[in-house]
């Protein structure tokens, strides 16, 4: 039972690059949601998704797409990677909102 | 919009109590509080989900004060285990439950 698996655990990329940073669950969880961790900032919310097909823009969503085709899965994505996106990304995993958060392990990204 | 925690910092000797706050400028239905470890993912500590509603968690626990939009974590007679940046989550009346965290409160306990 892994919970919450997050893929890559680190990245490096080049600026105008684009990837897909990986959330899996086998929770069976309806809510999921993609934060990211800069220093001084605590968890920022990009974009969150109450189920399959719904998705919904957090605090900083600019510059990241998602879509939630599964209710296993959450890619987060980035179109053409800034350097400002230097961050360390979170996935969270709960009942609800109003239910404990379970945060994957992260992915720690660079971007050149 | 971030709810505002306080202190930023906190060092205190093993034994020694803190209380960390969470303050929202927004109407709460209830509060988060996590713990994350150094290079580790942020750990579930408790929810409030009634306005003054009160929770422990081992020798920690948390007031929230929905009329005045606040919690307040209370951690007494500390261990060296509890050193850790603590996070506040609030969650909004309606719409639907996204939880916007703080920007935490880095407490170190040392022997």
């Known amino acids: 039972n892994a919970g919450v698996t997050q893929t890559p655990k680190f990245q490096v990329l080049k600026t105008g690059q684009s990837m897909t940073l990986q959330c899996a669950q086998d929770?069976?969880?309806?809510?999921m949601s993609w934060y990211r961790q800069d220093p001084g900032m605590g968890l920022r919310l990009i974009h969150y998704s109450v189920g399959a097909g719904i998705t919904d823009q957090g605090e900083v969503p600019n510059g990241y797409n998602v879509s939630r085709s599964t209710t296993e899965d959450f890619p987060l994505r980035l179109l053409s990677a800034a350097p400002s996106q230097t961050s360390v990304y979170f996935c969270?995993?709960?009942?609800?909102?109003?239910?404990?958060?379970?945060f994957g392990d992260g992915t720690r990204l660079s971007i050149l | 919009q971030q709810p505002v925690q306080s202190p930023q910092a906190v060092i205190l000797r093993e034994g020694e109590d803190a209380v960390i706050n969470c303050s929202s400028s927004k109407a709460l239905y209830s509060v988060h509080w996590y713990r994350q470890k150094h290079g580790e993912a942020p750990v579930f500590l408790m929810i409030?989900?009634?306005?003054?509603e009160q929770k422990g968690h081992e020798k920690i626990s948390a007031s929230f004060n929905e009329k005045k939009q606040q919690s307040s974590l209370y951690l007494t007679a500390s261990q060296l285990s509890y050193s850790g940046t603590y996070f506040c989550g609030t969650v909004p009346p309606g719409g639907y439950q996204k939880v916007t965290f703080g920007t935490g409160t880095k407490l170190q306990v040392i022997p």
């Open positions: 409030l989900l009634k306005g003054g």
């Open positions: 929770m069976n969880h309806e809510y």
């Open positions: 969270a995993v709960g009942k609800g909102g109003n239910q404990p958060q379970h």
